[in-house]
């Protein structure tokens, strides 16, 4: 139980286009998800908390309006970057929080933008 | 946003042996989880704790929650080479925000 799945797994895009990726608990309800950034030998760094039916909670930093998040179910969340530059290529990673407070995430984006 | 105090950065150690990575906070937790991540991967749940003092084991795996609430060790005996990975710690803080605030991160090389 409690599985994860993120689509793309990868995704090459030219500069100034848009990319979006979807992230699905499975077998299991979530209120709750959220949306990480990962860079290289690095942690993760939240980047936004999706609630469903609700606005998404930007953490210090990250840009709304370039990084668009939609949790219009409460299986579904989506991570939009809009007009994609080369610092925004990254490996993102969604959580999706169960009853505890537990978080499983999904297997990751990797992200290019060339 | 916080992140905690993870160690050790980095363990190089021979099949068999056992490994001990600990992570400590300035603030309080209610509930320490533990992941291991594969490279190219998400993150994997492997023990999640929730009292202060608990001990909890899965398989070659054992996790605590510190008294003081702000610590936990991960504990991992008869280490096999598909231990490689990086482990991090996360931590749930009692002030009722959602998130998790993760270590810095523990990468585990087992040498066969």
């Known amino acids: 139980g409690a599985v994860v799945s993120q689509h793309p797994s990868r995704v090459i895009c030219k500069s100034g286009t848009s990319v979006k990726i979807e992230c699905r608990s499975l077998d299991f309800q979530a209120t709750t998800m959220f949306w990480y950034r990962q860079f290289p030998k690095q942690s993760l760094m939240l980047m936004a908390t999706?609630?469903?039916?609700?606005?998404?909670?930007?953490e210090q930093g990250v840009e709304k309006d370039k990084f668009l998040i939609n949790h219009a179910s409460l299986t579904l969340s989506t991570l939009t970057v809009t007009s994609a530059h080369p610092e925004d290529s990254s490996f993102y990673i969604c959580?999706?929080?169960?009853?505890?407070?537990?978080?499983?995430f999904g297997p990751g984006t990797r992200l290019t933008v060339t | 946003g916080q992140q905690l105090n993870q160690s050790p950065q980095s363990m190089f150690i021979q099949e068999g042996e056992d490994v001990s990575m600990n992570c400590t906070s300035s603030?309080?937790?209610?509930?320490w989880l533990w992941y291991k991540q594969d490279p190219g991967e998400g993150p994997v749940l492997l023990i999640a704790l929730y009292k202060a003092g608990e001990l909890t084991s899965n398989g070659r795996l054992t996790a605590q929650f510190g008294i003081t609430r702000k610590d936990s060790f991960l504990n991992i005996s008869a280490s096999i080479p598909s231990d490689v990975g990086i482990y991090f710690c996360a931590g749930q803080a009692p002030t009722g925000a959602n998130n998790l605030f993760f270590g810095t991160g523990t990468r585990l090389t087992v040498i066969p």
């Open positions: 603030s309080i937790f209610n509930t």
């Open positions: 999706s609630n469903e039916g609700s606005k998404a909670t930007y």
């Open positions: 959580s999706a929080r169960a009853v505890s407070y537990e978080q499983y």
